[in-house]
Nanobody
């Protein structure tokens, strides 16, 4: 089993920055990807980005490319999502998720509880 706990959400003005963190624990040897996924009210879950657990290779959705950066600290078993130039449309609950390799960017075996990000205009 893998456990994920997100933190760092909050309220920020448009154009501002916020960093989310995801602490990963448990059977981390089973993890290939750690992803960030968000869900706005009344909308489908949306892929934000992901990183390979061992190699640190990142991949981003076009909607956040150039504004968001995912990094990992393997010593602390933490994956961070740095969000810059935030827009009101970035408002959502952000989830950290992990799992074995999958070509489906929304498919993960383990999910965190989510953290709310609200961007005011």
């Amino acid at each position: 089993q893998v456990q994920l706990v997100e933190s760092g959400g909050g309220l920020v003005q448009a154009g501002g920055s916020l960093q989310l963190s995801c602490v990963v624990s448990g059977r981390t040897s089973s993890i290939y990807h750690v992803g960030w996924i968000r869900q706005a009210p009344g909308k489908e879950r949306e892929f934000v980005g992901r990183i390979t657990w061992s190699g640190g290779i990142t991949y981003y959705a076009n909607s956040v490319k150039g504004r968001f950066t995912i990094s990992r600290d393997n010593a602390e078993n933490t994956v961070n999502l740095q969000m810059n130039s935030l827009k009101p449309e970035d408002t959502a609950v952000y989830y950290c998720a992990a799992g074995p390799y999958s070509s489906d960017v929304l498919k993960y075996d383990y999910w965190g509880q989510g953290t709310q990000v609200t961007v005011s205009s």
